[in-house]
């Protein structure tokens, strides 16, 4: 079996599920935004390979990985025509303040469940909001930790851990 020849059509640095779930997803409703992420992504993979044909000595598989991330993308983009993601790119800055809202208000909720503080810049961000925007902002904030320490309590209750915590520990 040789190996480099399976490497040759495999990413070994994102699945297809990744890139579904973590990468597209990650924007939600927000398609406007997910396009011109994938647009900017894939402008960022090819010049990188135009780099690596220009250069003597390239990474092959670097240039494998690379090669394969854009296939990813081109799939993914050639679902939509040209007029429709046009059309989708038109209604970007219609949908940005609640974007950053709700993006902002998953950073935050992050930020207080690993820390138990909002990062400074996740809240300088969000100051600059406009007032429905941070209303928004904290709902989602809220929303997110509530479903997580939820979920997290069920699934410990499940399991029968909650029993074992502390008193004091946070359920």
């Known amino acids: 079996m040789d190996i480099r020849e399976i490497l040759k059509t495999v990413s070994t640095r994102q699945s297809q599920w990744e890139f579904?779930?973590?990468?597209?997803?990650?924007?939600?409703?927000?398609?406007?935004?997910?396009?011109?992420?994938?647009?900017?992504?894939r402008r960022e993979l090819q010049d990188a390979l135009d780099?690596?044909?220009?250069?003597?000595h390239t990474n092959r598989t670097d240039h494998q990985e690379m090669t394969i991330e854009c296939g990813r993308i081109d799939v993914w983009l050639n679902q939509h025509t040209e007029d429709e993601i046009r059309a989708e790119l038109a209604k970007l800055e219609a949908g940005e303040a609640e974007f950053?809202?709700?993006?902002?208000?998953?950073?935050?909720?992050?930020?207080?469940?690993?820390?138990?503080r909002a990062s400074k810049d996740v809240m300088g961000r969000?100051?600059?909001l406009p007032e429905a925007q941070y209303r928004k902002f904290s709902e989602t904030c809220g929303t997110i930790i509530h479903v997580?320490?939820?979920?997290?309590?069920?699934?410990?209750?499940d399991q029968g851990y909650a029993a074992s915590l502390p008193e004091n520990q946070p359920r």
């Open 20 to 41: 579904d779930n973590f990468i597209i997803e990650s924007f939600g409703v927000h398609k406007p935004r997910a396009i011109l992420s994938i647009l900017n992504r």
């Open 51 to 56: 780099d690596m044909n220009l250069a003597s």
């Open 100 to 116: 950053w809202a709700e993006d902002l208000g998953r950073q935050c909720a992050v930020d207080l469940l690993t820390h138990g």
């Open 126 to 128: 969000a100051v600059l």
């Open 148 to 157: 997580i320490n939820t979920v997290t309590r069920e699934v410990e209750e």
